[in-house]
């Protein structure tokens, strides 16, 4: 995510992990790059407004899959 002007823009990338089972054995043993590289499939520029909103959304969102799941998860109170 960044921001620029009067827009926030949102980048949803690709990312394949190498096939291997232990991924931080294999980092740490240095068989496979430390980086990894995303590729960038969509970028969504979204005004101020529509920002907050949707994160109000995401937040509704977790706060629900919380209560059905029984799976605190530590959020800030919602504002309103």
């Keep these: ?5 009067n827009q926030f823009y949102l ?3 690709e990312l394949l992990p190498p096939a291997v089972a232990d991924l931080k054995k ?3 043993e240095k068989k496979i790059e ?4 995303v590729r960038v499939v969509a970028r969504v520029a979204l005004s101020p407004k ?3 909103e949707f994160l109000e959304i995401l937040k ?4 629900n899959y919380s209560q059905i799941q029984n799976a ?4 800030p109170p919602a504002k309103g």
Excluded: R, W
């Design 1 to 5: 995510m960044s921001h620029a002007g």
């Design 11 to 13: 980048f949803f990338g």
């Design 26 to 28: 294999a980092m740490a």
């Design 34 to 37: 430390q980086e990894l590289s």
């Design 50 to 52: 529509s920002m907050f």
């Design 60 to 63: 509704k969102n977790a706060e």
């Design 72 to 75: 605190p998860i530590d959020l």
